[in-house]
């Protein structure tokens, strides 16, 4: 009995040094992995409720739904980090109490009343005290880990909420040209490139290290930051094919920083696209669509330095470094759906 008792403290030390290292990762250092405890309990936590989600047509209700699947993720991480802490403590209490029962109600004790619970016999005072502690700084750093997340979400929704008002609602990339084209704005474009580059960055990395962000859903169901990111992409790319001599410098950087976010940010998801695709892959948006797209664009007064039919391999060369992550992100996250921004699962 005694060697059973031993193993099974080897092996709580384990489970509270293997838990440890996941709420660091977490909270502190953040790497973004695919595989782990987090990612584990995120995926758990989404699957109910992606399938309860899926029964419901009416897209207002689904999103209302999917929105509550970040805050269960949080709560849920911090109850099952909870729980390996109050069994790996009580794995490692087991050798110096009665029984495995009286361990763990040492080990419970402990963690949620700060270390005064009185140890049995020749209970450990050192696992006591570690324990209390465990469960005073796993609280805090939850605390500490919420505001950086709602930070990075509040900058996040910032642009994509100044974007609709030239994107429409829900995004589309034309209908950024349109609209400025016919206030006579488009160099005023530059600057919205320019955020916009930015705004990728950030959100690739702040995404990237704290996953549950991207189940973060605005808040309005008819906005996305997925199809906001498209939008701003596909204007950027069709005014590089169609205006090549006046679109503004930033535009080319933003195509670089936005479609390297969008890989970047899909394989996070176990979405992995190619990294170099070829100019001449397929996609697929049609060069129909493409075209009377651009002839709106034009109907709204915007001059073209090349015309559509010649612009299409261009606007295609440029897409195709980024239409297979975005599809795959909107639909892993059921983003609303909207014109040139693929099917839905």
């Known amino acids: 009995m005694r060697a059973i008792e031993w193993l099974g403290f080897a092996f709580g030390l384990l489970l509270v040094a293997a838990t440890a290292a996941s709420a660091l990762e977490t909270t502190i250092v953040p790497r973004g992995t695919r595989s782990g405890l987090t990612p584990a309990v995120l995926r758990l936590v989404n699957l109910p409720i992606r399938l309860l989600a899926s029964g419901i047509h009416n897209y207002e209700r689904r999103d209302a739904m999917l929105a509550y699947a970040s805050s269960a993720y949080l709560v849920a991480t911090l109850v099952v980090w909870l729980v390996l802490f109050l069994l790996g403590f009580a794995l490692m209490l087991w050798p110096s109490s009665a029984n495995l029962g009286d361990a763990l109600r040492t080990a419970g004790s402990s963690m949620f009343t700060l270390g005064f619970a009185v140890p049995r016999g020749t209970v450990s005072t050192g696992v006591v005290y570690l324990a209390a502690l465990t469960g005073l700084i796993l609280v805090a750093l939850q605390i500490a880990y919420l505001p950086v997340l709602y930070a990075a979400y509040n900058r996040r929704e910032t642009l994509v909420t100044m974007l609709e008002g030239l994107a429409g609602t829900p995004g589309w990339g034309p209908e950024i040209l349109l609209r400025s084209a016919s206030i006579d704005n488009l160099d005023g474009l530059s600057d919205m490139y320019e955020r916009w580059m930015q705004w990728a960055a950030d959100v690739s990395e702040s995404h990237s290290a704290y996953i549950v962000l991207m189940y973060f859903r605005s808040p309005s169901a008819r906005r996305s930051w997925v199809i906001s990111l498209l939008s701003i992409l596909d204007a950027a790319a069709m005014h590089l094919a169609l205006c090549p001599i006046t679109v503004p410098g930033p535009a080319r950087n933003l195509m670089r920083v936005g479609y390297l976010a969008f890989r970047q940010l899909s394989d996070t998801l176990d979405h992995p696209v190619p990294a170099d695709p070829s100019p ?48 795959a992100l909107a639909a892993t996250l059921d983003g609303v759906p909207a014109l040139w921004s693929g099917p839905r699962l």
Not at 287 to 315: L, S
């Open 280 to 327: 001449d892959d397929d996609i697929t948006l049609t060069r129909e669509e493409f075209i009377e797209a651009a002839e709106r664009a034009r109907e709204g007064g915007m001059q073209f330095e090349r015309e559509p039919d010649a612009a299409w391999v261009h606007f295609k060369g440029w897409r195709v470094n980024y239409e297979e992550a975005a599809f």
